[in-house]
């Protein structure tokens, strides 16, 4: 049952800075500060916005994107590290759950990483995007199980995806199951078009309504000189345009503040956990409205790692036992009950 309470959250609409190491994390530095003068207690920064989002990949063939590619490593951050540091500072003094998305270096590897970190500091969950999409496949390697969870957090059991993840429903139940209460959602914005941002608020609706929880989602958004920047040719330039959802919605799939669709910005708004109840009591897609024994899910939630040793075993052989076996303990049992003692 949820508990009696509300939380203030808030999404961030980014515009990052695409050649700089640290300037978008004095960014998101600055939106923490901000939004704890307004007394949010959870924050949600877009996918990947650390330090920006490969936004050259979806217009850049393969074969040409090296340099570019190279320069996000040069910027990634590593878990943990500097910039993790940093955000966890910002998070225990705001008092305030920081959800973060990050190119993750871990040696030769760029991941698409989202951070939990709890209001403590502490970091309560990194996960990895388990299939990066489309172009997105030349960029990142790919997360595993082990992040499909929830974690509990001050601000609640909170759960996290990024973009087209929520496409896998799969890995959409994989959170519900484990009774997410505020569901944390991130995307690139400024990218395809329109037409992204429309998809984007039927699916972020549509999650809310079956999860029964509340949805914080962010995108980031280019400047008009970004775009034309990341732009290899003016037709191209289109592909940058739009492409911006940023909003809070309710366990009833209603807006819970006005969405920002263009520019800098945040989105502010409570959420009454009373809200989960009266959605569930309708309809819990993992209790009464499941029907577990003809559809369930299987998850393994084991890490994956490209190495699994087993140390070698002791050159000293274990000392005797002195415990008898059972055949003698019966035997000696049977002798005694024989003799009357």
């Not at 990052?16 to 923490?32: F, N």
């Not at 519900?176 to 400024?190: K, R, V, Y």
């Not at 970004?226 to 592909?239: N, T």
């Amino acid at each position: 049952m949820s508990a009696k309470k509300t939380v203030r959250a808030a999404a961030v609409q980014l515009n990052p800075e695409l050649d700089s190491a640290s300037g978008t994390v004095d960014k998101v530095l600055a939106a923490i500060e901000d939004a704890a003068a307004q007394g949010v207690q959870l924050i949600v920064f877009p996918e990947t916005v650390v330090p920006y989002y490969p936004y050259f990949s979806f217009v850049t063939p393969a074969v040409t994107m090296g340099p570019a590619h190279l320069k996000l490593y040069e910027h990634a951050p590593t878990v943990p590290g500097p910039v993790t540091d940093a955000v966890a500072d910002a998070a225990r003094t705001a008092g305030m759950v920081v959800v973060l998305g990050v190119n993750e270096r871990d040696h030769g590897t760029l991941y698409n990483t989202q951070l939990v970190f709890d209001a403590d500091g502490t970091l309560a969950l990194k996960r990895r995007k388990i299939t990066p999409t489309y172009h997105e496949r030349m960029v990142w390697g790919m997360g595993d199980g082990s992040g499909l969870r929830t974690v509990e957090t001050a601000a609640g059991t909170v759960g996290a995806l990024a973009c087209w993840e929520h496409y896998n429903p799969l890995a959409r139940y994989a959170l519900m199951a484990q009774h997410e209460q505020i569901h944390c959602s991130q995307f690139p914005g400024s990218l395809v078009g329109p037409v992204f941002a429309e998809q984007m608020e039927v699916t972020m609706r549509h999650h809310a309504l079956e999860s029964g929880c509340f949805v914080v989602n962010a995108t980031a958004w280019l400047t008009p000189e970004q775009r034309r920047a990341q732009a290899p040719s003016p037709e191209l330039e289109k592909a940058f345009n739009g492409g911006c959802y940023t909003a809070i919605i309710s366990p009833e799939g209603k807006h819970l503040a006005e969405p920002l669709r263009d520019g800098e910005g945040m989105v502010v708004a409570d959420l009454d956990f009373a809200l989960i109840d009266k959605r569930k009591r309708m309809m819990d897609a993992v209790g009464h409205y499941a029907r577990p024994e003809l559809l369930s899910l299987q998850l393994d939630a084991r890490a994956a790692t490209p190495l699994t040793r087993t140390d070698a075993p002791s050159a000293t052989p274990p000392a005797p036992s002195t415990r008898p076996d059972a055949v003698e303990a019966a035997y000696m049992q049977a002798i005694t009950t024989l003799m009357g003692k």
